[in-house]
């Protein structure tokens, strides 16, 4: 068996060891001893996420930054998506928003400005894109009035998961000479939603809410499982979903010598051209695999 094998072996036994998530369904007389596990389960509980291998910097001969754009419109893409209703379903099963911003009210996980991660920001920080607060006519009238605004004529709005209709990530390509093969490695995600302040309003602008350091997140996400299509005993973690690349995605900017320029900034109002502009970037990525392969 080849190295390639054995990696494929190990991710098996990585994934089958994530359908704890409904741990004694079967054995269960009661709802409360669902997913509860044994004593010899949690002895054999080694479920953690595949480490990345080490990569020294002399092993590198090329490398090319992306960005890149999951639409949540697309079905590949739902379970990133959903659920966006947690009332009538089980606390196992949340959307990768609702993970990320469980663990960020926490303070368990570091938000960050934007892609290049130099700038920290806190959910206080945030505030103003993550909720919309307004008052009403009424609370104008007690305010002009010298009153206190009574709170039933405030009213707030936060986004929720529903909201999400993309998520944009940030990886690298990168030929490794050791390996002698063309790999991808994942370093930032970042949900994206309308503008708070104009989310009514015909086609309003989107915004990155926050990115956040992806390899300080992988144990996080490989906690909460992703509902699997296909084997619901068989749960996928979020770790497992965007590391494997399990998803639909459109490159909108690389990075060059024009301060990374997005590609709409040089190929203006025509949808058509800049997927066409994309797909040349992705092109030019796959074929320096078989370039360092010719003499």
Do not use: C
């Amino acid at each position: 068996m080849n190295w390639k094998g054995i990696l494929v072996t190990i991710s098996a036994l990585f994934i089958s060891g994530s359908a704890m998530a409904q741990a004694n369904l079967l054995n269960a007389t009661t709802p409360e001893m669902v997913g509860v596990k044994s004593e010899a389960q949690k002895e054999a509980d080694n479920d953690e996420p595949l480490p990345y291998g080490y990569v020294d910097d002399r092993d590198i001969l090329w490398s090319k930054t992306i960005w890149e754009r999951i639409d949540l419109d697309e079905r590949v893409n739902f379970p990133f998506y959903y659920p966006i209703d947690t009332v009538g379903i089980g606390k196992d099963r949340r959307s990768l928003y609702d993970v990320l911003m469980k663990y960020a009210k926490r303070g368990e996980i570091d938000l960050y400005a934007d892609s290049y991660f130099t700038e920290k920001r806190t959910l206080k920080d945030l505030e103003a894109t993550l909720a919309k607060v307004d008052t009403t006519d009424l609370g104008y009238d007690q305010l002009n009035a010298g009153e206190q605004i009574s709170p039933e004529y405030i009213n707030r709005r936060d986004l929720t998961a529903a909201e999400i209709e993309e998520w944009r990530i940030k990886g690298v390509w990168y030929f490794d000479k050791r390996q002698g093969e063309l790999k991808y490695r994942l370093l930032g995600i970042a949900p994206v939603a309308p503008d708070v302040n104009f989310i009514d309003s015909d086609n309003p602008d989107l915004v990155e809410l926050f990115w956040v350091w992806f390899p300080s997140v992988r144990d996080i996400l490989h906690e909460a499982k992703a509902f699997n299509n296909k084997n619901s005993s068989r749960p996928i973690s979020f770790d497992q979903l965007l590391n494997a690349r399990r998803f639909n995605a459109y490159i909108y900017k690389e990075e060059n010598v024009q301060e990374d320029r997005e590609i709409n900034e040089y190929i203006s109002d025509n949808a058509l051209f800049q997927l066409l502009e994309a797909q040349r970037i992705k092109e030019n990525i796959r074929d320096k695999e078989q370039d360092m392969w010719s003499y």
